[in-house]
């Protein structure tokens, strides 16, 4: 009787689960499956509003960062404008700031060491003219430790003991988050590209006043060498060129798109060479535009067609690296222009006729007219 019990229970071997165990344990799988889901699904809910509120809190600080770059050029229209009326004012009130091209001349005749006798420097305010004496001994007199202020030549110098350098009043430029300059930089009709790199070790990149950086590219619009009256693109470029650099100017012209490449050992050669191209149509009158000597200064015409001379280029090469080491180079002391007024006056060097195509077209006008 109890042979055949035991062999059946052992036919059915060790794993096996009367069916109302294996129905519970499905059941208990299945409720746990379904919490993993719901679980996952929260989860992904947390992840999405997560992401979203991300996303949104990204457009609001940009919103902000916009609000704050709109506030700060804001405050530095009104503040130009607040120092432009009181250095009006300043000026209205004192008549003795009005100096001309007679008083500057008759200040720089005078020189470091006033001369005895009845030197007068006469400024000319509203039509009458005002006389100014200085008084002048052998010691240092207060006319010598004044402030002038040289307005046709942009350059301010402050007078006082210890002192002898000027500054140079610098438009300010477009700087990012860590104080470099953002490209392009636009100054006017000037366009700057690139600053390239400083060339220290080799003396011929660099003189006394102005650095030659390889890689500069600066743009400019001025008169087409194929027809003066109309404007193209001339670009800029300083490259390697082994003891010395090299210097290229290409004209692109704006009907064809055709350059022209004009180079030279000195920026003074690749402009003249531009000029003589200009000066041989027949629609420019003679004396209009005349070839330039190149000068050893920052008035250089050849300096100031690349860019080179130019207040805010040289303020941000000599911040580059490399700028110190360069032997020959003397150093310039900039101030930032701090009014629009200030901005203009720099910015007329550039109106000049073998820099600026209104300015040639304008006198090419007048001489037509004058004949």
């Known amino acids: 009787?109890?042979?055949?019990?035991?062999?059946?229970?052992?036919?059915?071997?060790?794993?096996?689960l009367p069916p109302a165990?294996?129905?519970?344990?499905?059941?208990?799988?299945?409720?746990?499956?379904?919490?993993?889901?719901?679980?996952?699904?929260?989860?992904?809910?947390?992840?999405?509003?997560?992401?979203?509120?991300?996303?949104?809190?990204?457009?609001?600080?940009?919103c902000v960062q916009q609000r704050i770059v709109l506030a700060n050029e804001e405050r530095r229209f009104l503040l130009g404008k607040y120092l432009s009326m009181s250095q009006e004012?300043?000026?209205?009130?004192?008549?003795?700031?009005?100096?001309?091209?007679?008083?500057?001349?008759?200040?720089?005749?005078?020189?470091?060491?006033?001369?005895?006798?009845?030197?007068?420097?006469?400024?000319?305010?509203?039509?009458?003219?005002?006389?100014?004496?200085?008084v002048?001994?052998?010691?240092?007199?207060?006319?010598?430790?004044?402030?002038?202020?040289?307005?046709?030549?942009?350059?301010?110098?402050?007078?006082?003991a210890g002192s002898g350098k000027s500054k140079r009043l610098c438009p300010p430029i477009t700087l990012d988050s860590a104080g470099r300059p953002i490209f392009p930089i636009v100054l006017g009709p000037l366009t700057i590209h690139s600053l390239g790199e400083i060339v220290s070790d080799r003396t011929t990149y660099h003189r006394n006043h102005v650095i030659y950086p390889v890689g500069f590219c600066s743009s400019r619009t001025y008169a087409s060498v194929r027809s003066p009256l109309l404007a193209a693109t001339y670009t800029c470029k300083i490259s390697e060129g082994?003891?010395?650099?090299?210097?290229?100017?290409?004209?692109?012209?704006p009907d064809t798109g055709e350059e022209r490449v004009f180079c030279g050992r000195t920026p003074s050669e690749c402009h003249n060479a531009v000029v003589d191209v200009v000066n041989a149509s027949p629609s420019v009158p003679r004396g209009v535009l005349e070839r330039s000597v190149e000068l050893p200064s920052i008035n250089d015409i050849g300096l100031r067609f690349f860019g080179l001379s130019h207040p805010s280029v040289q303020n941000v090469l000599q911040a580059c690296p490399g700028a110190r080491k360069c032997q020959n180079y003397q150093w310039i002391k900039f101030e930032v222009c701090r009014s629009e007024h200030e901005v203009e006056q720099v910015m007329e060097s550039e109106l000049d006729p073998a820099l600026c195509h209104d300015t040639l077209l304008r006198n090419i006008m007048f001489a037509s007219q004058a004949r």
């Open 242 to 253: 082994g003891l010395a650099p090299r210097f290229e100017v290409v004209c692109e012209e």
């Open 1 to 16: 009787m109890g042979g055949p019990k035991k062999s059946k229970m052992s036919s059915r071997g060790r794993g096996y």
């Open 136 to 160: 002048a001994n052998s010691r240092k007199t207060k006319a010598q430790q004044y402030e002038y202020f040289y307005w046709k030549g942009r350059v301010c110098s402050r007078g006082g």
């Open 89 to 134: 004012s300043n000026m209205k009130d004192n008549p003795l700031l009005h100096i001309d091209a007679e008083a500057l001349s008759a200040l720089q005749s005078t020189g470091a060491s006033l001369t005895a006798g009845s030197t007068q420097a006469v400024s000319k305010v509203n039509g009458s003219s005002c006389e100014r004496p200085v």
């Open 21 to 62: 165990v294996a129905a519970g344990l499905a059941r208990h799988e299945a409720v746990q499956q379904q919490a993993y889901r719901t679980k996952y699904k929260q989860m992904k809910n947390i992840a999405r509003s997560l992401v979203l509120e991300n996303a949104a809190l990204c457009d609001t600080v940009a």
